[in-house]
């Protein structure tokens, strides 16, 4: 928080992420490709592409910490994917991006919408933009 004369301003240095139901025909400067698991698609030209794992429903194999870790331990998958891909990012293994594009279907696109919420690392990483969920 900062202030200047008599107006405070607060800076969210979270990383937003944009949901689409599509991907668009060019990658956007910057950012990162979030997709879902059954997105045909095999696009170039993104900093960085992740592709969801499928759900399962059981707490994901993969920890950032290991087994047993607080806040790694019964996560969603698509909690641990966008931990994974913060920690990638902070660690220099991925391209620096400024932000995330999700093509997600609107169902995963409602869960990480949740998760945008309620996850505590998640939250603190990245947040929802106001672009709303292509139908």
Partial sequence: MSSIGSTELFIDARIPVDFLARAPER???GRALLLSPSAPLQ???WLTVVRLPPATGQPPGT???GSGCACCTGRHEQATALTLL???RAKGAVAFFTGVV???LPEE???LRGLLQSDPFVSGCYVAT???IEQ
Avoid: E, I, N, Q
């Fill in 102 to 104: 999700a093509v997600l």
């Fill in 86 to 88: 913060f920690h990638a």
């Fill in 43 to 45: 696009p170039v030209g």
């Fill in 109 to 111: 696109a409602a869960v």
């Fill in 63 to 65: 920890t950032v910490h």
């Fill in 130 to 132: 106001d672009t709303r």
């Fill in 27 to 29: 990658p956007w400067p």
